[in-house]
C-alpha cells in the first residue's frame, strides 16, 4: 500500500490531522490540489446539496451528525467557496466530466466504485477552448481532473465522492495513478465515513458529558449490550469508596458478564424495555440506590442521546430530596403524612421505624404506605424510590441547566 494510504487510515480518529493527509494523499498523485471530498447518498444528492457546501465550507459545519440523520457531510473542500458556488450553481451543468462521471455510474456495478478524468476529453471535445474552461477552470488555476465516487455503500449517505486537480496543461493522470486510485477507494471511503461517524460522535459526547458532570448524582451510560459508555466524576467519586465494589464492577466489565450481580443483570434488561426499577447496591449498607432513568426522560433534563442504551442513576441515601418530594406531594396530591412517609422512604427507614419515630400504629403507617403508592401508580416501595429519584433531577434547587447548549 502507498504511504499516504496508510497515513489517511491511521488518521481516521483524528479532526485536525485527518483533512492534512487528505490533502497529502491527493498530493500522491502528483496532483497540486484536493478538490473536494464529500458523503453522499449518490451523485443526484451531492449535485442538490452542491449549494449549501459552498454556504458552508467549514468541514465541522457537516460533521456534526451521525450519517443515519440522511444529511450529506463535506470533508475536505480544497478550492475557494466562490469557486465551488459558480461550479455548483452554473458550471457543473456543461462539464463533460461530471457527464462522464453520470455515463460512468450508469455502466458501474450497483455497489462498485468508478473514476472519471478530463485529460482525454480535452482532446476529443475542443474542451480548452469551452466556457468552462475558460472562464471557470483557468480563472481558477484548475486542469486536469479525477473525480471518483461510489454506490451502493451499506449505509446511510456512505458514498464517498473525490476529486483531486493538477494545474496548468499537463498530459493529465497516468492509468497507473487512476488505477491506483480506483483500488484504494474503497478503503478511503470506509476511513472517511468512520471519520465522520467518529466526529459526530464525538460532538454529541462532549455536550452530554458537560452536563452529565453538573449532576449532584452518580450518571451512567451504558449501550444496549451492557458496555459502559461514560460515567461522570460523581459516579467515580462514589465508585471509589471501600464499600461499593459493585459499583466498582460495574465501571470495569459489562453489565451483562456471567460474573456480573444478578438483580442488575435483571434490572438492565428491565431497562432496557424502558422501565424503571431500583435496586440497593450491594455492599453498601444502604448507602447507594441505583435507580434506572429511561431515556425518554433525559430530554427534559437537556440530555439529547438519541443512541440505544440504557442511563442509570446512582443515588445517595443522604442527599436532600425534599424537593423531589414536594414536587411529588403536588403532582400527586399526597397528604402531609404520606409525604412524609415518602421521605422517610427516601432516607432508607422502613415503615417500621417511621412509625416507630412518630409513636404511630404500624397497621396506620401500612395503610398510608397503600394510599401513597394508589396515588403514584406505583407496586413497590423501590418503585417509589425510582419515581423520586428522576423527580430529584428535575426539582428546582437541585441544578440549574437553563441556558446550557447540548450539541
Same mark, same amino acid.
Not at 490531522?17 to 458523503?39: E, H, N
Not at 448507602?287 to 442511563?311: E, I, K, N, Y
Given at each position: 500500500?502507498?504511504?499516504?494510504?496508510?497515513?489517511?487510515?491511521?488518521?481516521?480518529?483524528?479532526?485536525?490531522?485527518?483533512?492534512?493527509?487528505?490533502?497529502?494523499?491527493?498530493?500522491?498523485?502528483?496532483?497540486?490540489?484536493?478538490?473536494?471530498?464529500?458523503?453522499?447518498?449518490?451523485?443526484?444528492?451531492?449535485?442538490?446539496?452542491?449549494?449549501?457546501?459552498?454556504?458552508?465550507?467549514?468541514?465541522?459545519?457537516?460533521?456534526?451528525?451521525?450519517?443515519?440523520?440522511?444529511?450529506?457531510?463535506?470533508?475536505?473542500?480544497?478550492?475557494?467557496?466562490?469557486?465551488?458556488?459558480?461550479?455548483?450553481?452554473?458550471?457543473?451543468?456543461?462539464?463533460?466530466?461530471?457527464?462522464?462521471?453520470?455515463?460512468?455510474?450508469?455502466?458501474?456495478?450497483?455497489?462498485?466504485?468508478?473514476?472519471?478524468?478530463?485529460?482525454?476529453?480535452?482532446?476529443?471535445?475542443?474542451?480548452?477552448?469551452?466556457?468552462?474552461?475558460?472562464?471557470?477552470?483557468?480563472?481558477?488555476?484548475?486542469?486536469?481532473?479525477?473525480?471518483?465516487?461510489?454506490?451502493?455503500?451499506?449505509?446511510?449517505?456512505?458514498?464517498?465522492?473525490?476529486?483531486?486537480?493538477?494545474?496548468?496543461?499537463?498530459?493529465?493522470?497516468?492509468?497507473?495513478?487512476?488505477?491506483?486510485?480506483?483500488?484504494?477507494?474503497?478503503?478511503?471511503?470506509?476511513?472517511?465515513?468512520?471519520?465522520?461517524?467518529?466526529?459526530?460522535?464525538?460532538?454529541?459526547?462532549?455536550?452530554?458529558?458537560?452536563?452529565?458532570?453538573?449532576?449532584?448524582?452518580?450518571?451512567?451510560?451504558?449501550?444496549?449490550?451492557?458496555?459502559?459508555?461514560?460515567?461522570?466524576?460523581?459516579?467515580?467519586?462514589?465508585?471509589?469508596?471501600?464499600?461499593?465494589?459493585?459499583?466498582?464492577?460495574?465501571?470495569?466489565?459489562?453489565?451483562?458478564?456471567?460474573?456480573?450481580?444478578?438483580? &442488575?443483570? #435483571? =434490572?438492565?434488561?428491565?431497562?432496557?424495555?424502558?422501565?424503571? %426499577?431500583? /435496586?440497593? @447496591?450491594? +455492599?453498601? *449498607?444502604?448507602?447507594?440506590?441505583?435507580?434506572?432513568?429511561?431515556?425518554?426522560?433525559?430530554?427534559?433534563?437537556?440530555?439529547?442521546?438519541?443512541?440505544?442504551?440504557?442511563?442509570?442513576?446512582?443515588?445517595?441515601?443522604?442527599?436532600?430530596?425534599?424537593?423531589?418530594?414536594?414536587?411529588?406531594?403536588?403532582?400527586?396530591?399526597?397528604?402531609?403524612?404520606?409525604?412524609?412517609?415518602?421521605?422517610?422512604?427516601?432516607?432508607?427507614?422502613?415503615?417500621?421505624?417511621?412509625?416507630?419515630?412518630?409513636?404511630?400504629?404500624?397497621?396506620?403507617?401500612?395503610?398510608?404506605?397503600?394510599?401513597?403508592?394508589?396515588?403514584?401508580?406505583?407496586?413497590?416501595?423501590?418503585? &417509589?424510590? #425510582? =419515581?423520586?429519584?428522576?423527580?430529584?433531577?428535575?426539582?428546582? %434547587?437541585? /441544578?440549574? @441547566?437553563? +441556558?446550557? *447548549?447540548?450539541?
Amino acid at each position: 500500500m502507498h504511504p499516504a494510504f496508510c497515513d489517511l487510515l491511521a488518521s481516521v480518529s483524528d479532526g485536525t490531522r485527518f483533512g492534512d493527509t487528505l490533502a497529502r494523499y491527493a498530493a500522491s498523485f502528483r496532483a497540486d490540489l484536493l478538490g473536494g471530498a464529500f458523503l453522499a447518498s449518490d451523485l443526484d444528492q451531492l449535485a442538490q446539496w452542491g449549494a449549501e457546501f459552498a454556504a458552508h465550507p467549514e468541514v465541522d459545519y457537516w460533521l456534526q451528525s451521525p450519517s443515519s440523520d440522511g444529511a450529506p457531510a463535506l470533508l475536505a473542500m480544497g478550492v475557494t467557496p466562490e469557486a465551488a458556488q459558480r461550479y455548483a450553481t452554473h458550471f457543473r451543468l456543461q462539464d463533460p466530466l461530471w457527464d462522464d462521471a453520470m455515463a460512468q455510474r450508469a455502466r458501474t456495478d450497483p455497489s462498485g466504485t468508478w473514476v472519471a478524468t478530463d485529460a482525454p476529453v480535452h482532446a476529443t471535445r475542443g474542451f480548452r477552448r469551452s466556457e468552462i474552461y475558460s472562464d471557470f477552470l483557468r480563472e481558477y488555476g484548475i486542469g486536469t481532473r479525477m473525480f471518483g465516487g461510489s454506490q451502493g455503500a451499506s449505509h446511510p449517505v456512505g458514498n464517498l465522492f473525490m476529486s483531486v486537480y493538477r494545474q496548468g496543461d499537463d498530459e493529465g493522470f497516468t492509468p497507473e495513478e487512476v488505477a491506483r486510485f480506483r483500488a484504494e477507494f474503497g478503503g478511503v471511503q470506509r476511513a472517511a465515513f468512520l471519520h465522520r461517524e467518529m466526529v459526530a460522535l464525538r460532538a454529541r459526547t462532549q455536550g452530554l458529558e458537560s452536563l452529565m458532570e453538573q449532576m449532584p448524582m452518580g450518571l451512567l451510560f451504558f449501550d444496549a449490550a451492557g458496555r459502559l459508555l461514560h460515567a461522570n466524576a460523581l459516579a467515580r467519586l462514589l465508585s471509589a469508596r471501600p464499600e461499593s465494589v459493585a459499583l466498582r464492577t460495574l465501571l470495569r466489565s459489562p453489565v451483562l458478564a456471567s460474573t456480573a450481580d444478578a438483580a &442488575l443483570r #435483571a =434490572l438492565f434488561q428491565q431497562s432496557l424495555q424502558g422501565r424503571s %426499577g431500583c /435496586v440497593e @447496591l450491594p +455492599g453498601t *449498607a444502604g448507602g447507594l440506590l441505583l435507580v434506572t432513568l429511561p431515556l425518554s426522560d433525559l430530554a427534559a433534563l437537556g440530555l439529547c442521546h438519541r443512541a440505544p442504551g440504557v442511563a442509570w442513576v446512582v443515588l445517595e441515601r443522604s442527599l436532600c430530596s425534599e424537593a423531589a418530594v414536594a414536587l411529588a406531594r403536588q403532582a400527586y396530591r399526597l397528604s402531609p403524612s404520606e409525604a412524609d412517609l415518602l421521605l422517610a422512604l427516601m432516607r432508607g427507614q422502613t415503615p417500621q421505624d417511621f412509625a416507630d419515630a412518630r409513636g404511630s400504629r404500624i397497621s396506620t403507617v401500612r395503610t398510608q404506605m397503600s394510599a401513597l403508592l394508589a396515588k403514584t401508580r406505583t407496586q413497590r416501595q423501590q418503585d &417509589l424510590v #425510582a =419515581l423520586v429519584a428522576r423527580l430529584m433531577l428535575l426539582a428546582p %434547587g437541585n /441544578v440549574a @441547566l437553563q +441556558g446550557i *447548549a447540548v450539541v
